[in-house]
Antibody, heavy 120, light 111 residues
Framework: QVQLVQSGAEVKKPGASVKVSCRAS????????MHWVRQAPGQGLEWMGI????????SYAQNFQGRITMTRDTSTSTFYMELSSLRSDDTAVYYC?????????????WGQGTLVTVSS | QSALTQPRSVSGSPGQSVTISCTGT?????????VSWYQQNPGKAPKLMIY???KRPSGVPDRFSGSKSGNTASLTISGLQAEDEADYYC???????????FGTGTKVTVL
């Protein structure tokens, strides 16, 4: 079965960077796009971007342009999301979530989430 | 890109029906039949309830249904049950530049 296992919680200072990982298993890694979504405490879901694991191409939400980098390592079936120049309002739970099927526009499988806390 | 607009909360008694609206623009909800709905319980990851406006994944009870008219999509829960109490988010594809946008979220309370 599809499993997405994310890295553990992080505490960062303002201005620092954070890199969250998402290890995928149970399917062919290069077939399905991976999305990243975040949720600030008590707030709604926010779409951050998407990566094609086959060639590594990415598209990012405008709100994160210039601060976000999504990568993947096909040798370990792991996705990464790095966010730089962290601010207090980047404190959130970050999720990876996989495209349901090729050519679809929704996701089914989600990681367990990674809490990133930005505090001085 | 602004979030899609949802009511902050809706409520109903067990057995009643509730409908959650999700209002966007012709560039997202109105432009594509790619609206999905997610249920989220506290401290948990979201769960897909509806995709492609009206389709229901296997395992999702048929009391959940989706629809769309113009720039507004809707999720209806018929025969409300206590276990349906959760937050619900819509999500729409918005083209190859914006890509995806979520709704503001709606808390469903079962009275």
């Amino acid at each position: 079965q599809v499993q997405l296992v994310q890295s553990g919680a992080e505490v960062k200072k303002p201005g620092a960077s954070v890199k969250v990982s998402c290890r995928a298993s149970g399917y062919t890694f290069t077939t399905y796009y991976m999305h990243w979504v975040r949720q600030a405490p008590g707030q709604g879901l926010e779409w951050m971007g998407i990566i094609n694991p086959s060639g590594g191409s990415t598209s990012y939400a405008q709100n994160f342009q210039g601060r976000i980098t999504m990568t993947r390592d096909t040798s370990t079936s792991t996705f990464y999301m790095e966010l730089s120049s962290l601010r207090s309002d980047d404190t959130a739970v970050y999720y990876c979530t996989r495209q349901a099927e090729v050519g679809t526009y929704y996701t089914v499988n989600w990681g367990q989430g990674t809490l990133v806390t930005v505090s001085s | 890109q602004s979030a899609l607009t949802q009511p902050r909360s809706v409520s109903g008694s067990p057995g009643q029906s509730v409908t959650i609206s999700c209002t966007g623009t012709s560039s997202d909800v109105g432009g594509y039949n790619y609206v999905s709905w997610y249920q989220q319980n506290p401290g948990k990851a979201p769960k897909l309830m509806i995709y492609d406006v009206t389709k229901r994944p296997s395992g999702v009870p048929d009391r959940f249904s989706g629809s769309k008219s113009g720039n507004t999509a809707s999720l209806t829960i018929s025969g409300l049950q206590a276990e349906d109490e959760a937050d619900y988010y819509c999500c729409s594809y918005a083209g190859s530049y914006i890509h995806y946008v979520f709704g503001t979220g709606t808390k469903v309370t079962v009275l």
